[in-house]
């Protein structure tokens, strides 16, 4: 770009100041400045070369408590839905008697692997509930910390992502938000124009966070190795293996020792 530039600056002096006959001689005689002019351009090149044999650099960003610190936001969505008189006892006792018959018994992991409280609802119903919430409970609950580091990447040209166990419902209007183009989130299955409960794998947690990214680096061309991750938990770990740069935020559940144990820098973020 830079030598594009220099070359119409160039030809709009040859124009203006009449002395074609002048630059024509140095070009025959090989003139120095011409010579550097062909130097930088050559150098220009070959890094853009370089830079598209390398790939393009993503800025990798979980949500729960990274993002959005504190509380996890379908846990929040729950209550909200309560207030509202869409979910009740049906669905909790549902829900409790889902977690109930898992090993281990009442282990969050059930919980994102099955929505129960969904099961039977209106994808449109829930849909604008959750546009409602994230104006109303999301927006205000995002770190300073995380906003300025998403401008900083998109000033950078990297490409942003979020990508997080959480319900696509309530991810997608956060991400129309931040003006992030790429999300990966929890997809519920439906059936008859209803939720049935059930996720679409894979599920952007753990593992499978590892396993939608590589998929989506190989298909845009991604450079992990000088990629960027965000996240807090033991279910971020294997986001945070992919990339040359992680950053542990808010760290729960023995983060802090892992972090430590990997060598990864950890800071807080509210």
């Given amino acids: 770009m830079t030598s594009e530039m220099h070359y119409r600056s160039g030809a709009k002096s040859l124009s203006i100041n009449r002395v074609s006959g002048r630059i024509g001689r140095q070009i025959l005689t090989g003139s120095s400045n011409v010579v550097q002019s062909h ?19 993503a800025a990798l960003f979980d949500v729960d408590n990274t993002l959005l610190p504190g509380e ?40 994102r692997e099955r929505k129960v409280y969904l099961t ?29 580091k998403l401008d900083a990447h998109r000033r950078a040209g990297h490409q942003l992502i979020l990508v997080t166990g959480a319900p696509d419902f309530l991810i997608a ?28 794998p894979p599920l952007p947690y753990g593992h499978g966070k ?22 807090d938990s033991p279910g971020d770990s ?15 559940r023995g983060m802090r020792r892992i972090a430590r144990r990997r060598g990864w820098p950890v800071t807080e973020w509210t």
């Fill in 72 to 111: 996890a936001s379908e846990i929040r969505f729950f209550r909200f839905l309560w207030r509202r008189g869409l979910v009740g006892w049906g669905e909790l006792s549902g829900t409790m008697a889902w977690l109930a018959r898992h090993v281990p018994p009442f282990s969050l992991h059930s919980l």
């Fill in 238 to 252: 294997d986001l945070l293996e992919l990339v040359g740069y992680p950053l542990v935020v808010n760290p729960i």
């Fill in 120 to 148: 039977g609802k209106r994808p449109a119903d829930i849909e604008s509930y959750a546009k409602e919430f994230c104006q109303t409970e999301m927006i205000d609950r995002l770190a300073l910390q995380g906003c300025a």
């Fill in 39 to 57: 130097q930088i351009l050559t150098s220009t090149c070959d890094n853009v070369v370089k830079r598209r044999a390398k790939g393009s650099v």
């Fill in 173 to 200: 209007p956060l991400a129309a938000f931040l003006n992030v183009p790429t999300i990966f989130a929890a997809k519920l299955e439906q059936h008859n124009s209803l939720y049935t409960g059930a996720l679409i």
């Fill in 210 to 231: 590892r396993e939608v990214i590589l998929a989506h680096a190989q298909e845009m061309d991604l450079d992990l190795a000088e990629s960027y991750a965000y996240g």
